[in-house]
């Protein structure tokens, strides 16, 4: 990975990652700040959901940067294509390309089931660099080594037990908080112990939480 890499968390799901002065932004929704996707020059979204994508925030951001693009899956490219003409790339699994300077892999393709009565929607995952994965709404294994997990650790699809074991199948040397924005103080200081050392053990990972605009440098 590019020591350069700057990682920002932007609340609940999203981050901003900025390299050699270009920016990519992963699943600026309703749950991060208003302007989770302001500046970005790509945006990926893993799925349709609202705490994921929020329409009317990406298309100002779009309208803003007439450079800037998207690229996502079907069930969200639907709903501005038009708008935005060879602005946004439906992508899938097994899929790759390069962006604003990043390579990217497409990983997954389902939603994790929240009850068998709901719908299931797709979901993508994002193996971005060779070595940071943002899995979206799913315990997405990727078929090759992950330095860095966005790990989701907490939602109404999965519970603790899952969570802990799917960093260590992942196996990544760090995991960082993502899907965090249901959780109270209190609700993050228990994961924060439960999935660090006084835990039940997430294999050979660190993990740590960025709270909203912090920041940190991978390498």
């Not at 943002?134 to 939602?155: F, S, Y």
């Not at 969570?163 to 993050?188: F, K, Q």
């Amino acid at each position: 990975m590019n020591p350069t890499m700057n990682l920002t968390k932007k609340g609940h799901a999203c981050v901003r990652l900025e390299k050699d002065g270009k920016v990519l932004v992963v699943d600026p929704g309703t749950f991060s700040e208003e302007n989770a996707a302001a500046g970005a020059d790509a945006v990926l979204v893993t799925h349709e959901h609202l705490d994921h994508f929020n329409e009317e925030r990406l298309r100002a951001a779009l309208d803003a940067n007439p450079a800037a693009a998207v690229w996502t899956l079907r069930s969200v490219a639907d709903q501005i294509s038009a708008a935005f003409p060879g602005r946004v790339h439906v992508v899938g699994h097994g899929d790759t390309f390069t962006v604003a300077g990043f390579s990217v892999e497409v990983h997954g393709e389902l939603h994790a089931v929240i009850h068998p009565d709901l719908p299931r929607v797709t979901n993508i995952g994002f193996l971005v660099d060779g070595a940071l994965f943002h899995p979206g709404d799913a315990l997405t294994v990727p078929d090759k080594p992950v330095d860095t997990l966005l790990l989701p650790v907490h939602a109404p699809w999965n519970k603790f037990s899952e969570v802990a074991d799917y960093v260590r199948e992942v196996a990544p040397r760090r995991a960082y908080a993502v899907h965090d924005g249901l959780l109270n103080e209190t609700g993050l200081a228990v994961y924060g112990r439960n999935l660090g050392p006084d835990g039940p053990g997430i294999g050979e990972a660190v993990y740590a939480r960025l709270a909203p605009g912090e920041s940190v440098t991978l390498g």
